[in-house]
């Protein structure tokens, strides 16, 4: 693959970077990245790696975009209300980047669909808003041997990772059950500041180009949690756990979970991303 | 410069910065280390621009000579670079 003229300026300030340059362009450009939600996180995560030239970018929502939704989702406009996201999403960023495909998934991942849509990507982006879709997604992740980028907002704070299965822990390893239903305000009822989205957005969106690239020190088995009124950032080390119930040697979950079913949360508060 | 056999040329002549270093680098990055390379240039930003960043990848600057209202210059591909993946 060799890159054509409006490629070479479309990228040109990427091109230049150290460690970039043409190859690393190339890497973007084949590179096949799903994206989980175009929500509060997608937004951002989507539009960055769209205007990265990476070459194929899912997104999974099965979403419409609403009015309450605006003050987070930069990538959707006034006229998009009442559209499907995963649509409204590809409409936008075909037009910030013609160069690349884009492959909107209008559906609701579960246990049954989730294997068929990841295998066909390299690395996996959640921007879920809701426990029962980032375990599916962990779980999916660690037994498909995907890499993936996790990310989380809460309020005024936010939280990520690369989950590396093989190399670094999951999500269950820190924590290896979801919370039960009720315990936990979900973020329709909750608030958070549309900014805040962004910022760990773009956490998401830089170490998913630190990886296509092979660049820089992943975020694998560290944990950003980022509070947005101190504007602090703490990174801890997290190691994987030897008796993790999905990535370990004595993992018990050996197929996936729709938590959903037996949660009992309406389904309304499952549908909406972040 | 006499006597210095060039491998790959380029003219960037009415290219402006930083196009026209985005195009050196990446003609570079398709030669093998120790080959030269010769740069056509414009006066003014670009025959400043060029060879400084350059050299700020790790390429030697082997010599600049100035023709009726251009430049040329010549570069040999370093064998280290940062300029870019290997």
Do not use: W
């Amino acid at each position: 693959m060799s890159l054509n003229d409006i490629q070479i300026e479309r990228y040109s300030r990427q091109i230049l970077l150290p460690q970039v340059g043409g190859k690393g362009q190339e890497k973007l450009l084949a590179a096949k990245v799903l994206i989980i939600g175009a929500g509060g996180l997608g937004s951002p995560v989507a539009s960055y790696l769209a205007g990265a030239g990476v070459g194929t970018l899912g997104i999974v929502d099965s979403d419409t975009v609403e009015l309450c939704n605006l003050h987070r989702q930069m990538i959707y406009s006034s006229d998009d209300i009442g559209k499907k996201k995963a649509i409204a999403a590809q409409a936008r960023l075909e037009r910030v980047n013609p160069d690349i495909k884009i492959v909107p998934y209008v559906l609701r991942l579960t246990s049954e669909n989730i294997m068929e849509v990841i295998k066909e990507y390299d690395i996996v982006v959640d921007g879920s808003d809701n426990f029962p879709t980032r375990y599916l997604v962990n779980d999916a992740c660690v037994l498909a041997k995907k890499t993936l980028v996790f990310g989380a907002f809460f309020r005024y704070e936010g939280q990520a990772m690369v989950i590396k299965p093989g190399e670094g822990p999951c999500l269950r390893c820190m924590f290896p059950e979801p919370p039960p239903p009720g315990l936990v305000p979900s973020c329709q009822e909750a608030g958070v500041l549309g900014a805040l989205a962004g910022v760990i957005g773009l956490i998401q969106a830089t170490e998913t180009l630190k990886l296509i690239l092979g660049i820089g020190e992943p975020l694998i088995g560290k944990f950003i949690l980022f509070d947005a009124l101190e504007m602090g950032l703490t990174r801890l080390d997290v190691r994987r756990d030897g008796n993790c119930p999905v990535c370990s040697e004595k993992s018990t979950i050996k197929g996936l979970v729709d938590y959903e079913e037996f949660c009992g949360l309406k389904s309304s508060s499952l549908e909406t991303s972040l | 410069m006499e006597g210095i056999r060039i491998d790959q040329n380029i003219d960037l002549r009415g290219v402006s910065c930083p196009l026209n270093y985005v195009r050196t680098k990446l003609k570079l990055e398709e030669m093998e280390a120790g080959k030269i390379l010769e740069i056509l240039l414009d006066d003014g930003e670009p025959i400043v621009n060029v060879p400084r960043s350059a050299k700020e990848d790790g390429h030697k600057i082997l010599g600049i000579e100035q023709i009726d209202g251009y430049f040329k210059v010549l570069v040999r591909k370093s064998n280290s670079t940062t300029g870019g993946l290997e």
